[in-house]
């Protein structure tokens, strides 16, 4: 089966790669990507030349568009993103222009190192002691560590980077659960909820990892019911997406000391620019409500990703993907627009 969007597509397709490569990872990506396409570096264009190479291309990767770009982009036929998440994409507008979208997991296992860290920092209140000992304060027995030994992780949703999470904790003797969109599941050690009995699964948990897409039926997944649920003792980690946890749940919880801690890298409140270049003045809070006041989070800026992981690794998993278009076969990680991932 033929994936293009239309029948009279050129023999040499445009491939607009819109993701920041360096100069000097340009020609393995030329490399690596199918013979018969022609590469086009966004980067390095001005800003009449990025409009035309947009409107003309036939495969894009990376990149967000605005509306305007998919309703100019005439012979666009794929989009290739980096991210996982797609919250931010318009892919309703994407379904009427007849794109094929396809996301990316290539970085889910340092995403999924980063999640194992952040569980490991907050349960063993490294933050709450480093700060203690830089008052000269030595007094161990104020915030005791929590061992991984014999707990129960529940993962909320199942994917990618809670399968390497898994993974990285098998070592514990850990009780693996999931609350999951259906009851399937390779991992046979892992005992599976529906999104109906999720509060049964919350009430088992010692540590909770979210890795949730942003979606209609994700958005508050876990609000005041399911915090109610949680142990004194439970530990929230979130690298999905903010506003699958409700935050003025996670936050009054965290307050009151409903639960143990958390360690969030995923917000709700975002800068409208993250570059150099482009930021607002500091302070940007990620939240209306203080976080950053309290004592028992772990907060990040969104930078789980964020690595020394070679971007080649990355991107080669990109150029495959679009190859296997280009060569006609079915592309993997394509995103239902319906549904929003």
Partial sequence: MKFYKQLNYAPTMKVLDMTRVKDEEIEQTRKILDSSAELIIYGN???????????SADIIIGGRLTDEQIK???NLKMHQTF????????????????????????????IAEYAF????????ELYVNDKQLRKGDWDYRKHPSVTLFNKTLLFIG???????????CSPFNMKFIAVKRTSTIEDEDVKVFLPDDKLEAIK???????????TPNTINFVSEKEFAEMKPSAIIV??????????????????EKKILGAAIDVWYNYPKGRDPLEREPVPVYPSKYPFHELDNIIMTAHRAWSTDYPWSEFSRTLIENVNKFIRGEKPDNIVNLDEGY
Avoid: W
Wanted: charged share 25%.
């Fill in 83 to 110: 991210g996982t998440g797609v919250d931010r994409h318009n892919t309703q507008l994407i379904k009427e222009n007849n794109i094929l979208f396809c996301n990316n997991h290539s970085h889910s296992i340092v």
């Fill in 117 to 124: 860290s952040m569980l490991n920092a907050v349960s063993k």
């Fill in 72 to 74: 100019s982009s005439k």
């Fill in 204 to 214: 088992q948990a010692d540590f909770i990892l979210n890795t949730l897409p942003k």
């Fill in 158 to 168: 199942y994917g990618k980077i809670a399968q390497h999470v898994k993974r990285m």
């Fill in 238 to 255: 979130n690298v999905g997406r903010g506003d699958t946890i409700n935050d003025k749940a996670m936050y009054v919880a965290l307050k």
């Fill in 45 to 55: 264009l001005n800003e009449e030349e990025k409009k035309e190479a947009i409107e």
